[in-house]
C-alpha cells in the first residue's frame, strides 16, 4: 500500500492533487489553465496544469453532494483519479484543505485503492511502469484526520491483503500456500486454526472433501477469529476458496480458464475482512471461516451422479462438478452455524455466471433468510461504493433442486437456467436458523476494464462493505 | 369460458361436488358446513375416505372421492388451509385445483360455505382461469377426451355479492382468455394485419381502436420499428386502444377536466426468428410467443374496458414481424428512431427495444401519460437471472415501483425489480450512433433497458421483461400450461387500487 503521512506540508511530492466541487471558484493562478481546458469540476474529470509551482491536478467532484455519505463517495473516487492520473510521479500531495477528517480519509483511501498494482511475479522493468508509493495528505487539523484515517485504512489494507492473494495464480496459492498466507495475521490479534484432510473426515464435510479430492493439494478450512471486547456471539464471514477452478470432470472450455485462478475470491474478502476488523480494533467479534481447495479434474475427482453426505447430515445429489462452490460453502456454512451460533452470517462467492448475465459487473447479487439483515447489507455496500442488488429466493427456485436420489441436488443443467438463485436455494439449505445473507461476486471481484476504485484485476470487493456493516450494526452487544 | 352461477348452499343430488375445506383446528379433521351434510347423506364414506386419503385440509391439498353415494358421482376435497386471513391468491388456487379435478364432470357445485360472497367470486375465478383450453386446433381429439367442464355453481350464504364480484372478476377472465388467445395462436395465422383485426374487435366493448399501417408509420418517422418489419411480406402494424373511463360519462352531462391517461405498450414480434442473426433451430417454435407483451396489453385493455373502469387508459402495441430475407435489416445497419435518437443495430434478433423505442416516444409525445409501462418477453438474461417465477421489470419510479410490487404479491403474479445504473448504460455506446442495440452478455437485461430508457423522455416509467413468465411448460393452479397472460391481473389490480377515481 501506499505510504500515507498526513501533516500540513509535503515538501517531498512534486504534484499536488485537489479535488474541486462543481461550480466552485478556483484560485487566480489555476483559473486561466482550467478555463482554458474546460475544466468545471464534473464529477470523473480531471484538469492537468503545469504552474511555476510544480504540478496541479484538479480533480472534478461533480455537484448535489450534499450528504456526508456522498460526499465521501465522491471524494473517494477523487483520490482514485488522482493515484490513475498521477500513477507515475512517485511522492504526491493530496490537499484535503476544507475537507472533514472522513473526507480527507475518504480521499487518501481511493487513491490507495486505485494505485494498488501486483508486481510480484514481474523480473524485468516495465516502462511505464508505476511509481506512485507516498502520499502526503495535506491538512490543517492533523491529529482528527490522522484518527479519521487509521479507521479507513483498516478496510483498504484488508481490501488490498484480499487483492494480493487473488491475483496469485493457481501454481502459487494452493491450498496449503493460501494458509500459510493466513498465518502472518496472527500479528494483529487474529487467531488463526486450520482445519486439515484429517480433521475434515472426522468431523465430517463431507462436501468440502469431494470437491477437493481430485487435486493434488489437499482441501482445508482455515478459521480466523477476532475475539473483540463486547459481550456477544461472533458475526460470521465465510468465503468460498477454490484455489483454482477447472470445473472437474465437467471441465470448462479452456478459453478465459485462466481466470478461475481468482475463484478464492470471496475467502480472500472473508479474510480481508478480518484483518480490517483488527486493524481498527473493533469491539465486534467476528469469525472467518474459508473452505479452501482446488477443483481439479483427476482420478479421484468427484463425479456427476455422486451422492455426497454433508457435515449438515443432508445428502447432496452432484450433477455439475463445476457447481463445486456451493458444496463447500454448504459444508462450512453449516460448521460454523453449528460450532460457532454467530449472531448472523455473511457469505462471499464468486459463485455463478448466472449472476454476470444478471446483474453484470456494477452489482454484486445478494440474497438472503432475513430481510432485515439484507437491509444492513445493501446499505454498507452503498456507504463503502461496494453496490449489492438483492435478489429473490423463489418457491420454485427451491422446488428445483428436488432430487430422485437424495435430500437434494445442487443445481441443474441446461440453458437458461437462474442458476444464481438455485445456488442460493441451496446455500439456505445449510443456514440453519441463523440470519444469513449470500453475495454472489462472480460479476465484481476481478474485472478486466479498470473501474473507479481500481486497477484492471481484483478488486477486493466485499472487505469494506462488511468493514462497514460490523461497524454500523454490530459493535454492540 | 367456463358458465359460473351462483346459489344457496344446498346438497346436490346428483352430479359433482367440491367441498372447499378449512385446516381442522388440531390440523386433523377438516371442517366445513356441507361436509357434514355430505357426510350424512352418505353415511359417513366421504369422511372415511378422507380420513383414508390423509386428507387435512391443507393448502394446496386436493382429493377425489368416486362415486361416494347419495347419486353423487364425486366429491372433491380441496384444502384452503386457514382460513382466517386467506388471501384471494388461494382462494382463486383453491378454485384451480378444483377445476383440475373436475374435468370428467360437465358441471360441478363448489361450496364456498362459509366463505364471503367476495371470497366465492374469487372461487369462481380459479375455476374459471384454470378451465380454459386452447383446442382450435385440434380436430381428431375424440369427445371423451376433451375435458368437459361447462358449468360450475358455486354455493354461497352472499349470492348477491357474490354475483357482483363475479362480475368484475368475469371481465378480467376475459381479458385473461384474449391474451392467452393470441399468445397461443401459430405465427402463421397471427401476423400484424391478423392482430390488429382482433384488436379492433374490442371496439365491441366501447374502445377506440387506431390501426396504423407502414405508410403512416413511416411518414411519422418510425425508422427503428419500420427497419425490423422491412425483412417480412407481412407488413407492421401499430395498434391504440383508448378507454375513457374516467373522462367520460363521469359526471352527468359535464365532461371532467380530462386527467393525464395511464398507458401500456407491449412488444408484439408475432414471429421472432432473429432476422438476420438468425436464432438457432432448436426451440424457435416459441418464439410465437414474442408477441406475449402486446397480447397482456391487449387483454388488459379488454379487461378495464369490460368491467368499465373508472379510469383513462391507452394501450399500444408494436406490432412486427422479424425474418430473414433479401430486404431484411442488417447487423451494422445504422436506423434513425421516431426520437430522432438513432440506433447502431448490432445484433439484429435485439429487435423488440427497436419497436418499443419508438411506440414508447410515439405514446409519450401523443399522450402525455401519467406513466408508462411496457411489456416485452425481451431477453433470455432475465430468465438466467429470475428464472419463470418472476418477471423482472426495471423503473425511474420508486412510488409505482413499490405498487406494482405489492400488486405482484397480491395475485401471484409476482415481479422483481432489477437495477438501472449509468454505468451499464455505458454498455450501449456506439462508435458511430447514439447508441448500439446489445450491450454484451453481461447484465443483459438490464442494458436492454437502459436503452428503453432514452425513449421515455423522464417520463414516469416501468420496463416489464416478461420472457420467463408469458408462457408455462407446467401446469399451475390458475394457469394451465401454455400462455399465461402474465400482467393482465397483476396490471388490472395495480390500476384498482391505485388509480381509479
Known amino acids: 500500500m501506499l505510504e500515507v503521512r498526513v501533516g500540513r506540508t509535503a515538501p517531498a511530492a512534486t504534484a499536488t492533487a485537489r479535488p474541486m466541487a462543481e461550480g466552485a471558484a478556483l484560485p487566480e493562478g489555476l483559473r486561466a489553465a482550467a478555463a482554458a481546458d474546460g475544466f468545471t469540476g464534473a464529477a470523473g474529470t480531471r484538469c492537468d496544469i503545469l504552474t511555476g509551482q510544480g504540478r496541479v491536478l484538479l480533480v472534478g467532484l461533480g455537484s448535489g453532494n450534499d450528504e456526508e455519505a456522498l460526499r465521501q463517495a465522491a471524494l473517494r473516487e477523487a483520490g482514485a483519479q488522482a493515484a490513475s492520473a498521477l500513477i507515475g510521479v512517485a511522492h504526491v500531495a493530496l490537499d484535503a484543505h476544507g475537507l472533514s477528517p472522513q473526507e480527507a480519509a475518504a480521499f487518501a483511501a481511493g487513491a490507495c485503492l486505485r494505485a494498488w498494482r501486483f508486481e510480484r ?117 465465510v468465503g468460498k476458496g477454490i484455489t483454482f477452478d477447472t470445473g472437474g470432470i465437467c471441465i470448462k472450455p479452456a478459453e478465459g480458464m485462466e481466470h478461475m485462478r481468482g475463484d478464492m475470491a470471496g475467502a480472500a474478502a472473508a479474510a480481508g475482512a478480518i484483518l480490517a476488523l483488527a486493524l481498527r480494533n473493533s469491539p465486534a467479534p467476528a469469525i472467518a471461516v474459508l473452505p479452501i481447495a482446488e477443483n481439479a479434474t483427476g482420478a479421484s475427482s468427484y463425479r456427476p451422479g455422486d451422492v455426497l453426505r454433508s457435515f449438515s447430515g443432508k445428502t447432496i445429489e452432484v450433477v455439475d462438478t463445476d457447481a463445486e462452490g456451493r458444496l463447500i460453502l454448504a459444508d462450512a456454512l453449516a460448521w460454523t452455524a453449528r460450532q460457532h451460533k454467530p449472531r448472523a452470517m455473511v457469505d462471499l462467492a464468486t459463485l455463478t455466471g448466472s449472476i454476470v448475465t444478471a446483474l453484470g459487473h456494477h452489482h454484486a447479487g445478494l440474497f438472503d433468510n432475513d430481510a432485515g439483515l439484507a437491509a444492513k447489507v445493501t446499505a454498507a455496500g452503498l456507504a463503502a461504493g461496494e453496490p449489492v442488488w438483492r435478489m429473490p429466493i423463489g418457491e420454485s427456485h427451491r422446488r428445483d433442486l428436488d432430487s430422485t436420489i437424495a435430500d437434494l441436488r445442487h443445481c441443474l443443467s441446461g440453458r437458461l437456467l437462474p442458476d444464481a438463485c438455485h445456488a442460493a436455494a441451496f446455500l439456505r439449505e445449510f443456514a440453519g436458523g441463523v440470519p444469513w445473507a449470500h453475495l454472489d461476486i462472480a460479476g465484481v471481484a476481478n474485472r478486466a476494464d479498470a473501474e473507479p476504485l481500481h486497477a484492471v484485476g481484483p478488486s477486493g470487493f466485499g472487505v469494506r462493505l462488511l468493514d462497514r456493516l460490523v461497524a454500523t450494526c454490530f459493535e454492540t452487544a | ?179 392467452r388467445d393470441l399468445v397461443s395462436e401459430p405465427a402463421n395465422v397471427l401476423n400484424p394485419a391478423e392482430m390488429a383485426e382482433r384488436c379492433r374487435k374490442l371496439e365491441a366493448l366501447g374502445l377506440k381502436v387506431e390501426v396504423f399501417g407502414p405508410k403512416e408509420m413511416t411518414k411519422l418517422g418510425f425508422g427503428a420499428l419500420m427497419g425490423v418489419a422491412m425483412g417480412s411480406a407481412n407488413e407492421p402494424r401499430m395498434v391504440v386502444m ?260
Request: hydrophobic letters at 45%; a positive charge; aromatic letters at 6%.
Open chain 2, 1 to 179: 369460458m367456463l358458465d359460473i352461477a351462483f346459489a344457496k348452499p344446498a346438497l346436490p343430488k346428483s352430479g359433482a361436488l367440491v367441498l372447499l375445506l378449512e385446516e381442522g383446528a388440531n390440523g386433523d379433521s377438516p371442517t366445513g358446513t356441507l361436509l357434514a351434510a355430505a357426510d350424512e347423506a352418505t353415511g359417513g364414506a366421504v369422511s372415511r375416505a378422507l380420513a383414508a386419503a390423509e386428507f387435512k385440509g391443507k393448502r394446496g391439498q386436493a382429493t377425489t372421492i368416486l362415486a361416494p353415494g347419495a347419486g353423487l358421482s364425486r366429491v372433491v376435497a380441496v384444502g384452503l388451509g386457514k382460513v382466517e386471513g386467506i388471501e384471494a391468491r388461494h382462494l382463486e388456487d383453491a378454485g384451480g385445483h378444483a377445476a383440475a379435478a373436475l374435468a370428467r364432470e360437465a358441471a360441478a357445485s363448489v361450496a364456498a360455505v362459509g366463505l364471503s360472497g367476495a371470497q366465492a367470486a374469487h372461487v369462481a375465478m380459479g375455476l374459471a382461469l384454470r378451465s380454459y383450453r386452447f383446442d382450435r386446433y385440434r380436430t381428431m381429439e375424440k369427445p371423451e377426451e376433451k375435458p368437459k367442464l361447462a358449468k360450475a355453481t358455486v354455493l354461497t350464504t352472499e349470492v348477491p355479492k357474490a354475483r357482483d364480484g363475479w362480475a368484475g372478476l368475469k371481465a378480467v377472465a376475459e381479458g385473461v382468455f384474449l391474451s
Open chain 1, 121 to 237: 511475479l514481474r523480473t524485468r522493468a516495465q516502462e511505464g511502469a508505476p511509481r506512485l508509493a507516498a502520499i502526503d495528505l495535506l491538512t490543517d487539523t492533523p491529529d482528527s484526520v490522522e484518527a479519521a484515517w487509521r479507521v479507513a485504512s483498516a478496510g483498504v489494507r484488508g481490501a488490498l491483503f484480499a487483492r494480493d492473494l487473488v491475483a496469485e495464480p493457481g501454481n502459487v496459492l494452493t491450498p496449503q500456500e493460501f494458509a500459510a498466507r493466513l498465518q502472518p495475521l496472527a500479528r494483529h490479534g487474529i487467531a488463526i486454526g486450520i482445519l486439515g484432510q484429517a480433521e475434515l473426515e472426522r468431523q465430517g464435510l463431507g462436501a468440502l472433501l469431494a470437491v477437493g479430492r481430485g487435486s493434488v493439494h489437499p482441501p482445508l478450512m482455515a478459521v480466523l477469529r477476532w475475539k473483540g471486547r463486547i459481550k456477544a456471539p461472533p458475526v460470521a464471514f
Open chain 2, 242 to 501: 383508448t378507454w375513457n373511463g374516467a373522462s367520460a360519462g363521469a359526471g352527468k352531462g359535464k365532461a371532467k377536466a380530462a386527467a393525464k391517461p395511464l398507458a401500456f405498450i407491449g412488444k408484439g414480434v408475432t414471429f421472432d426468428t432473429g432476422g438476420i442473426s438468425i436464432k438457432p433451430a432448436g426451440g424457435m417454435e416459441d418464439m410465437k410467443w414474442d408477441m406475449g407483451g402486446a397480447g397482456t396489453v391487449i387483454g388488459l385493455m379488454a379487461a378495464l374496458a369490460g368491467r368499465r373502469a373508472k379510469v383513462d387508459a391507452i394501450g399500444l402495441v408494436g406490432l412486427v414481424e422479424n425474418m430473414p430475407s433479401g430486404m431484411a435489416q442488417r447487423p451494422g445497419d445504422v436506423v434513425k428512431t421516431y426520437s430522432g435518437q438513432t440506433v447502431e443495430v448490432i445484433n439484429t434478433d435485439a429487435e423488440g427495444r427497436l419497436v418499443l423505442a419508438d411506440v414508447l416516444w410515439y405514446c409519450q409525445q401523443k399522450y402525455d401519460p401519467r406513466f408508462m409501462i411496457d411489456l416485452a418477453t425481451l431477453t433470455g438474461a432475465i430468465i438466467v437471472a429470475l428464472g419463470h417465477e418472476y418477471a423482472g421489470f426495471f423503473s425511474n419510479d420508486d412510488v409505482l415501483s413499490a405498487q406494482l410490487h405489492v400488486a405482484g404479491e397480491v395475485t401471484g403474479e409476482k415481479v422483481w425489480r432489477m437495477p438501472l445504473a449509468d454505468a451499464y448504460d455505458k454498455q450501449i455506446k456506439s462508435d458511430i450512433a447514439d447508441m448500439k442495440n446489445i450491450g454484451g452478455r453481461p447484465g443483459g437485461a438490464i442494458t436492454a433497458a437502459q436503452f428503453i430508457q432514452r425513449f421515455v423522455n423522464g417520463k414516469p416509467w416501468i420496463h416489464m421483461d416478461v420472457a420467463g413468465t408469458v408462457w408455462s411448460g407446467k401446469d399451475a393452479p390458475t394457469k394451465p400450461k401454455g400462455a399465461t397472460a402474465f400482467g393482465v391481473r397483476l396490471l388490472d389490480r395495480l390500476v384498482a387500487e391505485h388509480f381509479e377515481s
